[in-house]
T-cell receptor
Framework: EAGVVQSPRYKIIEKKQPVAFWCNPI?????LYWYRQNLGQGPELLIR????????DSQLPKDRFSAERLKGVDSTLKIQPAELGDSAVYLC???????????FGPGTRLTVL | DAKTTQPPSMDCAEGRAANLPCNHS???????VYWYRQIHSQGPQYIIH???NNETNEMASLIITEDRKSSTLILPHATLRDTAVYYC???????????FGQGTRLTINP
């Protein structure tokens, strides 16, 4: 069974530029999560989707971050414009349902210069 | 969700059992103990979880004390590939998110 797929794996941009990350969850998983992991810290939840609905986006900085999961399968997380402090690893995870075990993708390492 | 306390780092010799402790003294009756690990430059990997009984799978064993205030993750025969940060997470049944702490950085030495 294929795991959670994320792309790109690495991204380097200059501040004020836009950037987007893509995630394809495990087939059949209805719940999708985006986490951010700062250097030396554990991951922190940004947003959770149940199918195509964002049901918890309380930790998403909405002035510059946006996310979508249009058909309830893959998802895109966007930052516009990026700031230096956005440098981090952005992780996508999925689970069958919200209370089930979460499985993570490899992450996208973003460096903002 | 209850707070967990883990040692920041541990070392273990290759081939020996690695025992990673976790303290969760404020855990409540409907909270599960989850363990994930994160190998360098990879996403967190699910290892095991349990409620009150000891659990074992192909990766590890989870021993939960009778009062549920602490637990130990056991890797029975550690290899170099087990070097990673190990996170112990207490999660309320039905909770929708994982709250990660600092974890334990386990180094397996040849």
């Amino acid at each position: 069974e294929a795991g959670v797929v994320q792309s790109p794996r690495y991204k380097i941009i200059e501040k004020k530029q836009p950037v987007a990350f893509w995630c394809n969850p495990i087939s059949g998983h209805n719940t999708l999560y985006w986490y951010r992991q700062n250097l030396g810290q554990g991951p922190e939840l940004l947003i959770r989707y149940e199918n195509e609905e964002a049901v918890d986006d309380s930790q998403l900085p909405k002035d510059r971050f946006s996310a979508e999961r249009l058909k309830g399968v893959d998802s895109t997380l966007k930052i516009q414009p990026a700031e230096l402090g956005d440098s981090a690893v952005y992780l996508c995870a999925s689970s069958l349902a919200s209370a089930d075990t979460q499985y993570f993708g490899p992450g996208t390492r973003l460096t903002v210069l | 969700d209850a707070k967990t306390t883990q040692p920041p780092s541990m070392d273990c010799a290759e081939g020996r059992a690695a025992n990673l402790p976790c303290n969760h003294s404020t855990i409540s009756g409907n909270e599960y103990v989850y363990w994930y690990r994160q190998i360098h430059s990879q996403g967190p990997q699910y290892i095991i979880h349990g409620l009150k009984n000891n659990e074992t799978n192909e990766m590890a064993s989870l021993i939960i004390t009778e009062d549920r205030k602490s637990s130990t993750l056991i890797l029975p025969h550690a290899t170099l590939r087990d070097t990673a940060v190990y996170y112990c997470i207490v999660r309320t049944q039905g909770a929708q998110k994982l709250v990660f702490g600092q974890g334990t950085r386990l180094t397996i030495n040849p």
